[in-house]
């Protein structure tokens, strides 16, 4: 039912890249806007840590459905780990 949707001829309305390439392949010809989330920077934003602890902390959401990206996430946390020591929280089902 979700491939047959994207047949359709609709605009579309997307929050990524990925998201917006998976409806060309099954459509070519669909109008697509990304509407990328917005962040509030009164709530998300640096702060400083008080104590000795130096850590550089990630926290990530893992869905566990294919479109989502986890394999990626989790493959540049590695990357970043080689380079900068970082500390991932990792929020998710067990199976992910």
Do not use: C, W
Not at 40 to 57: H, I, Q, S
Not at 81 to 90: F, L, M
């Amino acid at each position: 039912m979700f491939k047959f949707s994207l047949s359709l001829p609709f605009s579309f309305i997307t929050v990524s890249s990925y998201l917006r390439d998976l409806i060309i392949k099954e459509n070519p010809n669909a109008k697509i806007t990304i509407a990328h989330p917005g962040v509030n920077l009164n709530v998300f934003y640096p702060r400083k840590t008080e104590g000795k602890t130096k850590e550089n902390k990630v926290m990530i959401f893992l869905r566990g459905i294919k479109y989502k990206g986890d394999e990626v996430v989790i493959q540049v946390l590695n990357r970043v780990n080689r380079v900068i020591p970082i500390k991932a929280i990792i929020v998710g089902n067990k199976k992910e």
